[in-house]
């Protein structure tokens, strides 16, 4: 459920239209509802409940720095892979004692910042960086807690781009090897083994490939503590999906993947550490887009917007599919067309659906795409020199602008010609 709802046939975001937002800020824009993050990061917290926990809100989802205040100051630990983003939980206000570091590829000043700035733990990936980071946390006279990502050789039965618990992704430790790696912890000073991390991918719709990583967790703990390792937490990784579509999919809910939590591991008394993105901000976002031209082709006619592959990529990189709607309700049973609904950029990629059936609208229409609130803002980019898409936030009847679209000036005047040229 999200709070974007059409009220005298105009889509609302909570209880402001989306129109009005378009005057002030100009299309294309993200907004966000700050009832629905809040709803969502609560559904977690419920579902975990009684078991000790922490929901760590994955920021690479949706980094704004406004989201991940309003989330944090609900009580949210943050999940980061790298120091920018790091860098953003601090700059809202997260503890360090709430950031946990996770990724494959953490450079050594990464790591002194996050130890210098205080960190829940780190999510070790591989035995290079376990060492690098003993030698970081020495360095500095500190002692660095950590848990070792373990690759649980399960197929999460997800898109190839973002699976990541099969052996044959970059992700984390075979579990096989895990007791030789944590033995291989307690004999370096610069770390301290606090618990086990585990995130098999993205966007999972069934709850059996969790269920079998957690089911090889918990084997590993009791192995791991019987051979003396103070195993208190279980970092869990985020993944459980959302409905793309209104209709047809019914992914598993947080109250059901709290229950299979408590079932597989509940009797362990560990914290429990879960690292969800999408599930918080993917319904919690839309991308509203204007329509620059109907473009009537051969067999096909084109829906051509003012957002672009740069603003919004899922559809192109991940063959995503989004709900796009008419921000001006149509009527029922008024007439639909089958679109193609494309972008500007010079690319045929910049296609976000194919002979989309969707009511009869004109050049000037506001159109919105729905679940895009996570892997939307943060992938977008400049490409054509598009300026950077904003992002507005609202609670109730009031919405701001958290982060503003460039000026052409302001996008310009990052490069510089050397003086020599
Ligand atoms: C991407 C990622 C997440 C969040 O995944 P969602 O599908 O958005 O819930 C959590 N943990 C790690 C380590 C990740 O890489």
């Not at 269920?211 to 195993?231: C, N, P, Q, S, Y």
Request: charged content about 25%; proline content about 6%.
């Amino acid at each position: 459920m999200d709070h974007f709802l059409y009220r005298n046939g105009i889509l609302h975001a909570e209880d402001v239209a989306i129109p009005e937002i378009a005057a002030q800020v100009g299309t294309p824009f993200y907004v966000y509802s700050a009832a629905t993050l809040t709803r969502h990061y609560r559904l977690f917290t419920e579902a975990l409940s009684p078991m000790p926990h922490l929901v760590c809100f994955a920021i690479k989802s949706l980094s704004n720095i406004a989201v991940l205040k309003l989330l944090g100051d609900l009580g949210a630990g943050m999940d980061v892979v790298s120091g920018g983003e790091y860098l953003r939980a601090k700059a809202a206000g997260v503890p360090g004692d709430r950031i946990v570091f996770s990724g494959v590829g953490k450079t050594r000043d990464e790591m002194r910042l996050a130890l210098e700035g205080g960190i829940r733990q780190f999510n070790l990936e591989s035995e290079p960086e376990m060492r690098a980071l003993s030698e970081v946390a020495t360095a500095l006279g500190v002692v660095a807690p950590v848990t070792v990502r373990v690759n649980p050789d399960v197929d999460a039965k997800t898109h190839a781009k973002i699976a990541t618990g099969k052996s044959e992704n970059k992700f984390g430790i075979p579990i096989a090897r895990a007791r030789e790696v944590y033995a291989e912890i307690a004999r370096l000073p610069g770390l301290r083994v606090v618990g086990i991390d585990v995130h098999i991918g993205s966007q999972l719709t069934e709850l059996a490939p969790f269920e079998a990583a957690f089911a090889k967790v918990r084997e590993l703990t009791l192995a791991l503590r019987g051979d003396g390792h103070d195993i208190r937490r279980l970092d869990l990784g985020g993944g459980l999906g959302i409905p793309y579509t209104r209709s047809n999919e019914a992914p598993p809910l947080p109250t059901d993947y709290g229950a299979m939590i408590k079932r597989t591991l509940g009797d362990l008394g560990c914290e429990i550490e879960i690292e969800p993105g999408r599930l918080i901000s993917g319904n919690s976002g839309v991308l509203v887009a204007g329509v620059i031209y109907v473009k009537n082709g051969e067999g096909r006619d084109f829906l051509i917007l003012d957002a672009a592959m740069n603003d919004l990529v899922r559809p192109s990189m991940y063959d995503a599919h989004h709900d796009i709607v008419p921000v001006a309700e149509a009527a029922p049973g008024s007439p639909t067309q089958a679109f193609d609904v494309v972008g500007p950029v010079c690319e045929t990629g910049d296609t976000f659906a194919k002979a989309r059936d969707l009511p009869l609208v004109a050049a000037g229409d506001l159109v919105a795409f729905r679940s895009a609130g996570a892997y939307g803002a943060v992938m977008a980019s400049e490409y054509n020199s598009r300026p950077l898409v904003p992002e507005v936030l609202v609670r109730g009847d009031q919405f701001a602008v958290i982060r503003a679209r460039p000026s052409f000036d302001e996008m310009l005047k990052r490069d510089s010609i050397p003086e020599w040229l």
